[in-house]
């Protein structure tokens, strides 16, 4: 009975077996139909959404055409053109002279401060002599403990993210010298960056949610958070330092991840304290996270992130002497010095800077991304479910985050869109909605309302992202005493709505802007192999020369003439023309000098007598200045006109001759040629807050009262100490 019995089963299983194989076969020869399409839809649907997140938010960040004009970016796109050109790390005044103040001593006039755009044959003599020297540098600049040796204020980071871009263009224009793309490719860096975060939050949510509210979760931050008017805009740490904490957040938050993809958590968050060293406090919370659950893992993490802390470490303590002195906190502590009396960088008070960066009217988080604020009402829920405790080290970093930026000197942040200054905590902000996004889509009412918070948040950041250009709106508080810090708290007249309501004129301000930033013709780099050995500068005037040696006379006499020990000066240069009738430097020293002790007349005998010497010569187009400037200085100012033009006509791109032409042809009522001029001025050095105001007045003039008053503003934004300017900017307000 047995045996029948399993033969029975056997003979059944058998048949199963056939026509299981059976029906295998005919699925086989179909070409598996119904298999490989719904394969190839899962793996486009798993494809289509992050591809589409990344690429909406990076057709919105490149839709208005624009970058962000200001200083703090320019440190990071520079060192990337500097690494790329030069292979370094560090620079000095000779390799991008316009980000430094120097001081020029010019024959017949007094010592000037002055910026070098351009540098030329002239500009390697004056600097041989020790006649032009570098005395300050730009905030983006971090002296190290070399002499006029600087490195970025900003770090490592940010340069090296904007190193592949500047290299792909290099391959189509000479980006050393090509402004615009400067410009836009720093803009692109930052797109692509933060478009990527975008994706790698979607990523990182859909481990935990639906595809649909994963993608809200990186619209949020994308488009509904001020990465767009800022972080996206410039190549500022922001961009680089979120897409590493976003990339960082992924891998933490992946289930089921093998221990070392731990590894590569410490890497993307080690990464983030290179762009931006605040970022550090999330590397802390992390791995106490994964100290707690998981030690092995833990260990992984800090293996992972130890090298770039490593690298960080020893390039401050190389370049600073500290392992833990940044270039942002050496100058930053020049900056809270001038500003507060304090060189201490961590002094604001919790009480005044937390209610500014959370409900004020022109930083608050509830104001420009309140969709992002749900994210805190989400924390609650991370307590409640098991599944979601990966994200208490996100809510731990963006607290302590917060609080490290309330304590900084000016947590306000300037002259900014929004929140900048807490602007990294935006990923950690937006992966905190995933315990409550699917609760609050599944309700008619809770969807309207996250529907509605997230289009404010988007609308405010397309209204920064078009609009937002540094001047409009802070320079109507500019008779604060800190006029930064004054508009915070004015209800009545709130950031967001200040520039909905003048859109149109801010934009138009904001494109001015741009449009003088791309055009400078002043080379972002300047390489060379002779590199001209300055003279040493000890303000001491050396002992007297041989009697018998006119060079050696001569650097004398100029050594005096510096000095402002003009008589002296005088009497040196006329003993070399005494031993050497025939020398056109003694003869233009002697102008020079008579000029400075305000004896025009006998400056004018003097200067002619050089130029009739050699009238090509190398420094006629000074001369001819000088003699203009004595002649304005009698009262003259029609005879000094061809002076300056012929001047010009030696050196078009003679800046002071342009100036001194400009001015003149204004005094003259000549307003169309004077604004030409200025404009000309613009374009050759677009930071001279001087420049803005001249032209302002020409345009005045001219009857262009509301391209003036656009002038006047910009003049402003880069020198709120022009009184004068102020005076006439609220008069053709008032009217």
Known sequence: ?????????????????????????????????GVRPAAARLAATRLFLPAAVFVVCLTAYLSNGDFLPGSDQQG????????????????????APYSFTWNLQQPGEQPLRVTVERWNSAADEAYRDGRLQAVEHHFYLAETT?????????GLGAPLFGLPVYALLDLFVDIENNRFWWWHGGALTASLLTAGAALFLFLAARGFVKPLPAALVALAFGLGSCVWPVSSQALWQHPASTFCLSVGAWLLLRRGAPRHTAAWCGAALGMAVLCRPVTAVAVVCVGAYLLWTDRRRCLAYILGGLPFLVILAVYNGYHFGNPLDFGQTVVSKVIALRATGSEQLWQSAWR??????????????????????????????????????????????????????????????????????????????????????ERMLAVRATRAVFAALLLWSVGAQFVGAYSYNLIGWIDHWREHDNPDYASLWQWERP??????????????????LVA???????PILILREDRPRQAAATGVAPPGPSQRDPAAMQDHAETLLDQGRYEEAL????????????????HAGVGDALFRMRRYEDALAALAHALSLQPDLPIAGALHRLMGRSKQELGRPDDALPHFQRALEIDPDDAQAIELLARLQFVRERYLESFDLFQTLVNIDPDNADIHANLGAALYHLGRVEDAIRSFELALSLDPALESVRTTLEQLRGN
């Open 571 to 586: 009497a040196a240069f006329t003993a070399i023309i005494e031993i050497d009738p025939e020398s056109i430097l003694a």
């Open 1 to 33: 009975m047995r045996t029948a019995a399993a033969w029975a089963a056997a003979r059944l299983a058998a048949a199963r077996l056939a026509s299981a194989h059976e029906a295998v076969t005919r699925l086989a020869a179909a070409g598996w139909a």
């Open 352 to 437: 005044d800077s937390l209610p500014g960066l959370l409900i004020s009217p022109a930083r608050g988080l509830v104001w420009f991304s309140p969709v992002l604020a749900l994210g805190l009402a989400g924390a609650a829920a991370i307590w409640r479910e098991l599944r979601y405790r990966p994200l208490i080290p996100l809510l731990a970093s963006v607290v302590l985050m917060v609080l490290a930026a309330g304590k900084w000197f000016d947590w306000w942040g300037g002259t900014v869109w929004g929140y900048r200054t807490i602007v990294d905590t935006t990923p950690f902000l937006a992966l905190l909605l995933i315990p409550i996004i």
């Open 495 to 512: 950031q967001i709505g200040y520039h909905l309501a003048n859109f149109g004129q801010q934009r138009a301000l904001k494109r001015q």
């Open 76 to 95: 990071n796109m520079l060192f990337s053109i500097n690494l790329l050109k030069r292979h370094s790390l560090t620079l000095g005044p000779l390799d």
């Open 516 to 522: 003088a930033h791309a055009n400078s013709a002043t």
């Open 146 to 154: 070399r002499h006029q040796v600087y490195v970025n204020t900003f």
